[in-house]
């Protein structure tokens, strides 16, 4: 008989914690509906420890009331970061507690509140970037991927960002993911521009896009191919773990890569990179070799040839590739800039040799000769330093060194007609 009363006592209980839980689920939705979001949250955390025994309905709308009073908080810029996270953890478990019990009331809207806050995230990423706050921005952008992780860009943004904060580890992580993941990012861009605001949109489709131009709302329709990431992924996970001493660990992981991916490019460079990191100079120029076999005319692969070679001190060679470049690409500025520093380099032997002459016959004799091999250096780099100019007049270094040469020649008109643009 007494254990009849016993359960009839705990049934007793359980219906007065239900009764106040409703009170107070009431309470903080009637707090919330009269915009006091704070007095609503305290409510709210005194209701918390009777959810785990509520009814499904009952859970659903605890945190449907929670979800909405934190962001509000977050739209008021209370604790953003805080609040935005914990508005986001309520609506999962709402949407968790609804598919689970299979009656669905909240889930759409709480759907399009995470949808906010992913935005929201992302916007304040974008933010914090501007200013620096390159740790910050990554969480954010982290945190923005965990609310829809089929939106993977975000998780590429946040390890990239990471690498910005100089948290490698924390970098590497999530590189980690994207390899698991195989993410690539290769995709399209389908845009037009606005005619109202003056800006690029970006649609999901050439279709949307199209039909947006034809009724006149959009003008100027292009289409941008987005390489893939795949190549920049790995070569940042080798670089932070040669960072880390771990080089053969990378030369692992890049292997890999290629393995499953042989078709793409950049894994190769990607690899060729490690090398050159390592100053195994033979290697990366062998693993460049393959890629130029493929692209004999990458005016890029064959001005890093250029690099390697005058870094290995093989002259001929770097004056080779830069050559090339420029008559593969006539614009390409840095190859100009590198003939001419790769030429210059000669010059110190010549002055050094030159500060130790004497005054002797054979001495002044041999002063001469270097005077004239000095003055002929100078004249060889004149056309490099001037179309450097003519490409990038904003380019300091490439007018100071090119009004040098003009005094060292003495001559005078060039040397005064440079000043005076500058």
Known sequence: MKSKYVILASALLISVATFAQKDQIKAAEKALKKGEAQEAATILQGAEYLVTNAADAEKALFFFIKGNTFLELANKNIDTDKNLSIAAGAYQELISVEKESGKVKYSTQAVASITDIKNKLINGAIADSKVDKHSESAKKLYNAYLLDKKDTINLYYAASTFVNSKEYDKALELYNDLKKLNYSGKGTNYLALNKVS??????????????????????????????????????????????????????????????????????????????????????????????????????????????????????????????????????????????????????????????????????????????????????????????????????????????NVYSALEMTTEYKALKAKM
């Open 198 to 403: 003056g800006q690029e949109d970006l649609f999901a489709n050439a279709q949307e896009r199209d039909r947006m131009v034809k009724m006149g709302t959009h003008e100027k329709p292009t289409t941008e191919v987005i390489p893939s990431k795949r190549g920049e992924i790995y070569k940042n996970i080798a670089l932070i773990l040669v960072q880390n001493g771990k080089i053969d660990e990378a030369k692992k992981a890049v292997s890999e890569a290629r393995k499953l991916n042989p078709e793409d490019n950049s894994l190769v460079l990607t690899e060729a990179n490690l090398y050159l990191e390592t100053k195994d100079f033979e290697t990366y120029k062998k693993l460049i070799g393959e890629v130029l076999e493929k692209n004999p005319n990458d005016a890029d692969l064959i001005f890093n040839l250029g690099v390697i070679s005058g870094n290995a001190n093989n002259k001929a060679d770097a004056e080779k590739y830069y050559t090339k470049v420029i008559e593969i690409k006539p614009d390409y500025i840095n190859a100009y800039i590198n003939l001419a520093a790769l030429k210059l380099e000669g010059e110190k032997a010549i002055i050094d040799e030159m500060n130790k002459l004497g005054t002797s016959t054979k001495d002044m004799k041999r002063y001469d000769e270097l005077k004239a091999k000095r003055e002929n250096i100078f004249k060889s780099v004149i056309p490099y330093l001037k179309k450097g100019y003519e490409l990038d007049p904003k380019n300091e270094d490439v007018a100071k060194t090119l009004l």
